[in-house]
């Protein structure tokens, strides 16, 4: 049997963990978006444009 396309797992999982940024809860504590709705601060600045008030405008 031929185990040599699992000898790499490991180093998949770490270049994803690498990769892959941990969203924060910081720049906009206290918007009604984050501390109620769970929006992330990559979220707000991606979706509204950094302004969490925009959360209004969603439908």
Not at 5 to 10: A, G, K, L, Q, W
Not at 23 to 33: I, M, Q, R
């Amino acid at each position: 049997m031929n185990t040599d396309r699992f000898d790499n797992i490991n180093d998949f999982d770490e270049e994803f963990d690498n990769y892959y940024e941990q969203p924060t809860y910081d720049d906009y504590h206290g918007s009604y978006a984050q501390d109620v709705e769970g929006w992330s601060d990559q979220d707000i600045d991606d979706v509204f444009d950094g302004d969490p008030d925009m959360y209004w405008n969603i439908d």
